[in-house]
């Protein structure tokens, strides 16, 4: 058998009781998922483990659970159903630590599926759009499996690796998962000035991806020396690194640099990345290091949550006991930035969801999860103002963050957190 070869030979490298890692985010190996799923027939008990893929996880059919269970390090949602069906397990997991428990042999794995460029002229391919704990599973595994694409972007830093660490490739040519901009809502753009009314020149950002980083980046465009130092990034920053706004001049990691470990956006963002130096991509074990964080003066971590208690207590990856989504990277960076000279640690979110229920509430739900605990937290932001919560006593905290939920449910949840002080008083 030859170094390249089809993804249908490829995959017979995975036997009953394997584990495969994933390589995540716009970067899904999908071609190479789907034609292991077809061997399901042949299969038992391989364990399917990655953080937030894209597309459709075939693998992840209930109706394949003596062939495949999913080990989420972070859930998405073509995956999320199969926690509720048996067949997915989640493993919490800070996304700076992810690569050590390959490196330690704590989760050991059997095969790696990538997702790679084609190699240059001295044989060397990329990663592309997503490095996080690739490397190590790379490092880590026993045979490693790449797509091959000339779609997939060619970026620096730890994703260059030599073809012959790659044991089959596989040749595809297709798009690379992406996600066009939103919209802004009228709410989402009052988060945005509240959160840039924070953010100093010289400072550097950690945002995600999704309407309200958009937001506080559309307000930042009079700023001057911003740099970026995050978890990963968007199309929110292409104009703004273009006008010379985020320059990384500032920066106490990789200065001059653009800092991530993960990135997804539209066909634009790939485009701009590609063979920019400017994008340096790195492991989430040096990008997520809070000890790196914190060297950045003036870091700004902005982050979100599903639900906030009034004693800031930050619930970001579950809905009670349901699990939605993962740890991630909040905690490495709101830590870090906490510790920085001058840095602010952020958690953004709308006062209400979509069906009119309070995000700032009296108690978390029962079996919800504390990403960011209420000693670590600095500044709760909606769209009704900023809650500074630093420093503050827990009575003090009540007071403001009653100010920042909706008009409609201040009223409600102050009550409510009183009856039941009086309760156990």
């Known amino acids: 058998m030859g170094k390249y070869i089809s993804a249908a030979e490829a995959v017979k490298i995975v036997k009953s009781g394997d584990r495969v890692y994933v390589q995540a985010a716009a970067a899904t190996p999908s071609i190479l998922t789907k034609a292991l799923a077809e061997r399901a027939s042949e299969l038992r ?12 996880a075939l693998y992840a059919n209930p109706e394949l659970a003596e062939s495949f269970h999913v080990n989420s390090f972070f859930i998405g949602a073509n ?51 997503s490095v996080e704990a690739s490397i190590a599973a790379i490092e880590n595994a026993k045979i490693v499996i790449a797509q091959v694409n000339p779609q997939m972007p060619r970026t620096f830093g730890d994703g260059i690796l030599h073809e012959s660490e790659i044991d089959y490739m596989v040749e595809v040519n297709q798009t690379i998962f992406g996600h066009e901009v939103a919209p802004i809502s009228e709410e989402e753009a009052k988060i945005g000035q509240y959160v840039a009314s924070l953010i100093d020149n010289k400072s550097t950002l950690q945002m995600g991806i999704g309407s309200i980083p958009n937001a506080v980046l559309a307000q930042l465009t009079n700023h001057k020396d911003l740099g970026l130092h995050t978890e990963m990034f968007s199309d929110g920053v292409i104009d703004l690194i273009e006008k010379d706004v985020i320059n990384c001049n500032y920066k106490g990691i990789l200065q001059g640099r653009a800092l991530a470990t993960f990135l997804i956006g539209s066909q634009r963002l790939y485009d701009f990345v590609n063979d920019n130096p400017f994008i340096e991509m790195k492991e989430s074990s040096f990008v997520n290091d809070t000890a790196r964080i914190r060297k950045n003066p003036k870091m700004i971590a902005i982050n ?51 069906s009119g229920e309070s995000r700032i509430v009296p108690f978390l739900k029962q079996g919800a999860g504390v990403v960011t605990t209420r000693s670590h937290v600095q500044y709760i932001i909606t769209e009704n103002g900023i809650a500074d919560l630093y420093g503050k006593t827990l009575k003090q905290r009540v007071t403001e963050m009653v100010k920042i939920a909706h008009p409609a449910h201040q009223e409600t949840i102050e009550r409510e957190y009183a009856e039941c002080l009086k309760c156990i008083s």
């Open 79 to 129: 995956v999320r159903h199969t926690l509720k069906a048996g067949n997915g397990s989640y493993t919490p997991v800070f996304l700076s630590e992810l690569p050590n428990l390959f490196r330690k042999q704590v989760v050991k794995l059997d095969v790696v599926f990538i997702h790679v460029s084609p190699p240059d002229k001295h044989g060397y391919c990329s990663l592309g759009t």
């Open 304 to 354: 979100s949550a599903i639900e906030v208690d009034l004693t800031g207590q930050v619930c970001a990856d579950s809905i009670g006991m349901k699990m939605y989504s993962g740890v991630g990277g909040q905690m490495d960076f709101i830590r870090g930035a906490s510790l920085s000279e001058g840095g602010k640690a952020i958690i953004a979110l709308p006062s209400i969801t979509k």
């Open 45 to 56: 008990n391989v364990e399917i483990c990655h953080l937030h893929t894209e597309g459709e």
